[in-house]
């Protein structure tokens, strides 16, 4: 196992966890302790955990982990996921991003779309993930229009009153979130209420909303709400989404997408 797939391991078993002994973390990776040692030793160095004697605890509170540690999980769906996205997409629209893993997908099922390789522009994208405006800002066909703000390590999103300040001046034809929870009564949401904000302001903004989650985020809450679910159009999510949830959703008025 190289150390990239056990730092991930790590860092997911910590968030499941909330705590981690060296020799029982060794014993469920198939290492030794000594190299868990340094593994944990270089995850809190990178601030992403905290050492403790013996083992390592969460980092802070409101424990978030990285983007590029949450890549891999649920990935077959989220691509599936991110195409019915991007097929709801019209060439010439301005669509808004936010930033997270499904939306980074959704960011490249747009890129490969045969119908948006050429347009003035064929697309313009309104987005606060900085991940998402580097991987589409060589494709001269697209409009990329990135907001301002103060970047979190976490999601690579800008968050902030300069994002506010921009996204208050412009609008968009179709908003896509990507969220960490989303249920029929509280709504959708993120874990930190700065991102919670900016997504919000950019619903605000949109024509249409659609909500692109994996099934594992349906019917769960998190801690600061972007919006409610019937301020949602579309909900895209996979063919493992428990029924009684999706049922409650198109009640709810929204049109739901498994895929």
């Known amino acids: 196992m190289s150390r990239d797939a056990r730092w991930k391991a790590l860092l997911e078993l910590l968030v499941e966890r909330g705590r981690l002994d060296v020799e029982d973390a060794a014993a469920e990776l198939g290492v030794s302790a000594a190299t868990i040692r340094r593994d944990f030793d270089g995850l809190a160095e990178q601030q992403m955990l905290v050492r403790t004697r013996g083992g390592a605890v969460v980092h802070g509170v409101s424990y978030e982990l990285p983007l590029r540690y949450k890549t891999a999980r649920h990935a077959s769906e989220k691509q599936r996921i991110a195409k ?47 991940n998402i405006a580097n991987e589409l800002a060589v494709r001269p066909q697209f409009k990329i229009v990135l907001t301002g703000g103060v970047a979190r390590a976490q999601s690579y999103e800008l968050v902030g009153p300069l994002a506010d300040g921009v996204l208050g001046q412009i609008t968009v034809d179709v908003a896509v979130l990507g969220v960490v929870a989303f249920d029929v009564t509280h709504g959708a949401a993120a874990h930190d209420e700065a991102e919670a904000a900016v997504n919000r302001l950019l619903c605000e903004r949109a024509e249409r909303v659609v909500v692109a989650a994996d099934s594992s985020k349906l019917g769960q809450r998190a801690f600061a709400r972007i919006c409610a679910a019937e301020a949602v159009d579309t909900l895209v999510t996979d063919t493992a989404a428990d029924a009684e949830a999706v049922r409650r959703f198109e009640e709810a008025g929204l049109r739901v997408v498994t895929v």
Do not use: K
């Open 84 to 130: 019915a996205v991007a097929d709801l997409v019209a060439p010439g629209e301005a669509v808004g991003l936010t930033g997270g893993t499904t939306t980074t997908e959704v960011a490249r099922a747009l890129a490969v779309r045969g119908d948006l390789v050429s347009g003035a522009p064929a697309l313009t994208v309104v987005t606060n993930a900085l």
